[in-house]
Structures are given as structure tokens and as C-alpha cells.
């Protein structure tokens, strides 16, 4: 499935914060996480962590769930591929478009 | 040639730069190719309108506000996000489309680059300039690496 404009524009939004790709990494490397530990680990407050995650959720890049009595956190690579996908389709468009423009002007 | 934040292709075009200037700026030749039919001529600080002609897409509005007519060298304009499946202009500031010509022995060296993707949502845009020493595309694959290889 490839993301639209809209779904990708969660996606880079969600990235582009330094906060948020660390936690975001902490979670690709180490595996599921609860609030507490991200916010050991990035250096960062509770409420912070937890808005972070928030926004990384709509994005579609992390899911959480209760484990036991805690909530954990864990990375969703596919929200990941899927921006990369975008930007590829973006990309096809363009090839389509040059190739019909070379037979155009050398014609 | 993909960085995640900008798209670039370069093609060698067999034929003059002024020809290939013609057209990319002519918007009725530009209509032929880009499969677009625009209501009006390209000038800079205005916008154009038309509508796809790409079958199948015909429902896909077409919108470009030209900044730069550099004859014959820079072409560039912003074009609004439409969602693909519906045709719905999109929230999100536009991307930046440039078309650089350069002459190579009478051929033409053309390189389109369509930037600004990591500046859909207005919230990044700040963050983005404390993110210039690393990538999207370093990001992106730093993650998926770890991610593959559990």
C-alpha cells in the first residue's frame, strides 16, 4: 500500500524531530519499551516521551500495548517504508513524464 | 539519486537547449507531455491551472504557481499535494519543482529536482534546519537496519 501525500506528510512530520527519531531508534534497537524507560533513555520528561509517542502513533511509526501492568511501545518499521514508498511513486511519475518529454523533443 | 527529502533525475535530451526550453515552458507543449491541459501560459508570480489528461486520471486538477523562467536555463514552480485516489488538494505547503538545462555539444542535460517534501507538515520546519547534518535518507535507513536485522 503506498502512502498518499497526506499519510506521508504525517510520516516526515513525525521524523523530523531529533527527540522522536532517538526514541524512535531506542525502539529499533532495543526493542519494546515502556514510557518510564524511553524517558531514562532519551534524557527526556514523562509527558514528554508520552507526546512524542502520541505523535509517532498517528504517524502509523509506533504501536503500544498493555503487557502485564505495563504499557509497552514498540517500533512499527512498515509506517517507515511505506514514506520511502511515497517518495518512490513520486519518483515513477517523474520517469513517466521525462521518458514522454525525450520522445517530445526529439521528434 | 533519491534522497528522501528531494527527488532528482537527469536525462541527456537530443536536442538544443532551446528547443528543450520551448518545451518545458510553451504550456501547451508542456501539456502534450506532461499529460496536463492548462487553461493558461506559464509567467512568473502567476498560477496555472488545468486539469490531468493521463488516462484514468482525468479528475486530477493540476495547479503550478511559477517562480523562476531563467531562459534558458532554470524553470522552476510550486505545485500544491493532491491525494492521489480522490483529486483533493491537500493542507500541506507545496514542493518545489526546478528544471535546470544545460548544454552538452548541442544536446541538452536536464535535471529535474522536486524538493521540499520534508516541509509538508509547517510544524518541521524549524526542526529541519537542526537536522542538516543528518539525512532523511541516514535516518530512515539507520532504523530500517536495525529493524532487519532482528
Not at chain 2, 46 to 62: C, D, N
Not at chain 2, 76 to 81: A, G, K, L
Request: charged share 30%; glycine share 8%; proline share 5%.
Amino acid at each position: 500500500m503506498t502512502a498518499t501525500p497526506h499519510r506521508a506528510a504525517a510520516l516526515f512530520a513525525a521524523l523530523g524531530d531529533e527527540t522522536r527519531l532517538r526514541v524512535l531508534l531506542r525502539l529499533a534497537q532495543h526493542g519494546p519499551a515502556s514510557i518510564a524507560g524511553l524517558s531514562t533513555d532519551a534524557d527526556v520528561s514523562r509527558q514528554a516521551v508520552t507526546k512524542h509517542l502520541r505523535v509517532l502513533s498517528r504517524a502509523g511509526l509506533v504501536s503500544g500495548r498493555r503487557h502485564g501492568r505495563e504499557h509497552l511501545w514498540r517500533c512499527r518499521p512498515a509506517g517507515l517504508t511505506e514514506a520511502q514508498r511515497y517518495l518512490a511513486r513520486v519518483a515513477e511519475q517523474w520517469d513517466g513524464a521525462l521518458s514522454r518529454l525525450k520522445d517530445f523533443v526529439e521528434a | 539519486m533519491n534522497n528522501d527529502d528531494r527527488i532528482e533525475r537527469e536525462i541527456l535530451l537530443n536536442a538544443p537547449v532551446a528547443r528543450v526550453w520551448q518545451a518545458l515552458t510553451d504550456h501547451r507543449q508542456f501539456g502534450e507531455w506532461f499529460l496536463v491541459d492548462l487553461e493558461g501560459p506559464f509567467e512568473v508570480g502567476a498560477t496555472t491551472t488545468g486539469h490531468t489528461t493521463y488516462p484514468g486520471y482525468e479528475f486530477l486538477p493540476f495547479e503550478a504557481a511559477v517562480e523562476r523562467m531563467d531562459e534558458p536555463r532554470l524553470f522552476s514552480f510550486r505545485w500544491p499535494q493532491c491525494d492521489f485516489e480522490t483529486g483533493t488538494r491537500l493542507d500541506e505547503p507545496p514542493t518545489l519543482v526546478e528544471f535546470h538545462l544545460e548544454d552538452r555539444d548541442g544536446k541538452t542535460l536536464l535535471r529535474v529536482v522536486e524538493s521540499g517534501f520534508e516541509k509538508l507538515s509547517p510544524e518541521v520546519r524549524e526542526r529541519t534546519l537542526r537536522m542538516n547534518s543528518s539525512g532523511w535518507s541516514e535516518q530512515i535507513g539507520n532504523i530500517l537496519r536495525y529493524v532487519e536485522r532482528e
